[in-house]
């Protein structure tokens, strides 16, 4: 059969059938990319905390971390005077780092002070690490850091309130088990 022997209607069905097929499994494609060209997509994150980039070791910060190689560090940044709710986040990080099950071999509690600050009382589990200006301009006072073995700074944790120190401990120890969990580096 040629087609000078069909009917046009039937000519004209068939090229709406296959227009239409093409359109059924175009048209996610072309709907994803006016999505994603618009910005009317927002990914999740997953993490907490603020992963820093680009990447800061202590030795671009000229500083030698004792512990590079050893372990993961969850540290906490010390203020000039640490008053009740700076003892109140030290504790938290405690609890944090307790929290880590078995991973708390991989983990050392770390205190990160400027040369010649007063020390309030501390567990002997926690390791005091002194920084110099430019650790202190990257963390903020009170904030949580979390260091790899490879002495990176992965991330840190702003400072928060009182009353969201537990929800901000949960954040901490979420992402500080995902790191530990995906980690390749120790």
Not at 43 to 67: A, C, D, I, Y
Not at 73 to 94: K, S
Not at 99 to 114: C, I, S
Not at 157 to 171: A, L, N, R, W, Y
Request: glycine fraction near 6%; include cysteine.
């Amino acid at each position: 059969m040629t087609t000078h022997s069909l009917k046009p209607k039937a000519v004209l069905k068939g090229r709406l059938t296959l227009l239409a097929l093409i359109l059924f499994f175009a048209l996610p494609f072309i709907v994803a990319k006016a999505i994603l060209s618009n910005h009317w997509y927002e990914s999740g994150v997953t993490n907490h905390g603020q992963l820093l980039e680009p990447r800061v070791t202590f030795e671009s910060l000229g500083m030698v971390n004792p512990l590079q190689g050893e372990s993961w560090q969850l540290g906490f940044m010390l203020p000039a005077t640490c008053d009740d709710a700076c003892l109140n986040r030290l504790y938290v990080m405690g609890q944090t780092y307790l929290a880590l099950g078995k991973y708390k071999e991989r983990v050392t509690p770390v205190v990160y002070v400027q040369t010649g600050q007063v020390l309030p009382e501390l567990p002997d589990s926690v390791t005091v690490l002194t920084v110099n200006d430019a650790f202190s301009a990257l963390v903020p006072s009170q904030g949580y850091v979390i260091t790899d073995t490879l002495g990176q700074v992965v991330m840190f944790f702003e400072p928060t309130t009182k009353e969201q120190q537990i929800v901000h401990s949960k954040g901490v120890l979420s992402d500080l088990r995902k790191l530990l969990k995906l980690s390749r580096v120790g």
